[in-house]
C-alpha cells in the first residue's frame, strides 16, 4: 500500500511571500488533515476534510492560511503572505476512518521562512 | 478545548533498560489515546493506542496504561533497544471530536 505523498520537502521563502503544499493521501481515505509541527512542539492541527467538505478549521489562521481538497482527494495548502513564525514542517495525514483514529503521516515539507 | 502535556521532554536510559513516558489530559471525556514514534527526519507512526474502555494494552515490548480518574495515561518500553530511540509523542481525542490534541513529544535516547 502506498503511504501519504507530500511535496515538496523542502521550501525556503522569504516573508511576505507565498507558498503550496501538495498531498496525495492514501487511495480510499475519506478524512485528511493538514498539521502544523514547530520544532520541538507536537503537531497542531490546521484543518480536517472529510471527502470534499471541512470538518474543523477551528486553528487555521484563515487571514493567511487556506487549503482545499477538490473532488475529495488530493489536497493543497497555500500561506498567503508568510510570516517568520510560519517556518514549520507541514504534515499530511489520512485516515479510512471518520473519528481520528487510525492516521497515516506523510513524510511532511519543511518550510523556513527568511 | 483539550490539553496535553508530556514529560519528560528528553529521556535518556541504557540498553536493555526500561523506559517511561506519562502524559495528562484535561478533558475527563477524551476517550481515544495514541501515542507515535517519529524518528529523525521521518513522518509519525502509530505503535500503540487505547481506548477509555481499558486499563492496558500490550504489543511485544511496548505497553500503554490508562489512569482515568487522574486523567492520565503512560507508555512503557521494556528491554529497550538502539532502534527504539526517536521522538515519542502521546494524543488525546476529545469526546463528540474527530481529531487529535497531541503532546509536546518526548526525546528518547538509547545509549549502547
Known amino acids: 500500500e502506498a503511504g501519504v505523498a507530500q511535496s515538496p520537502r523542502y521550501k525556503i521563502i522569504e516573508k511576505r511571500q507565498s507558498v503550496a503544499f501538495w498531498c496525495n493521501p492514501i487511495?480510499?481515505?475519506?478524512?485528511l488533515y493538514w498539521y502544523q509541527q514547530i520544532l520541538g512542539q507536537g503537531p497542531k492541527l490546521l484543518i480536517q476534510?472529510?471527502?470534499?467538505?471541512?470538518?474543523?478549521d477551528s486553528q487555521l489562521p484563515k487571514d493567511r492560511f487556506s487549503a482545499e481538497r477538490l473532488k475529495g482527494v488530493d489536497s493543497t495548502l497555500k500561506i498567503q503572505p508568510a510570516k517568520l513564525e510560519d517556518s514549520a514542517v507541514y504534515l499530511c495525514?489520512?485516515?479510512?476512518?471518520?473519528?481520528?483514529?487510525?492516521?497515516?503521516f506523510g513524510p511532511g515539507t519543511r518550510l523556513l521562512v527568511l | 478545548g483539550e490539553n496535553v502535556e508530556q514529560h519528560p521532554s528528553t529521556l535518556s536510559v541504557q540498553e536493555g533498560d526500561s523506559a517511561v513516558i506519562k502524559c495528562t489530559y484535561s478533558d475527563s471525556a477524551s476517550n481515544y489515546f495514541p501515542w507515535y514514534k517519529q524518528e529523525l527526519g521521518k513522518r509519525p507512526q502509530l505503535i500503540i493506542d487505547?481506548?477509555?474502555?481499558?486499563g492496558e494494552k500490550k504489543d511485544q515490548r511496548i505497553a500503554v496504561t490508562l489512569n482515568k480518574t487522574a486523567k492520565h495515561f503512560s507508555l512503557h518500553i521494556t528491554e529497550t533497544q538502539p532502534e527504539d530511540s526517536a521522538v515519542y509523542f502521546c494524543a488525546a481525542r476529545p469526546q463528540g471530536a474527530q481529531k487529535l490534541v497531541f503532546g509536546q513529544g518526548t526525546r528518547l535516547t538509547i545509549n549502547p
Open positions: 495525514a489520512s485516515s479510512p476512518r471518520t473519528d481520528g483514529e487510525t492516521q497515516y
Open positions: 487511495s480510499g481515505h475519506a478524512t
Open positions: 487505547i481506548r477509555s474502555n481499558v
Open positions: 476534510f472529510q471527502n470534499n467538505g471541512v470538518v474543523d
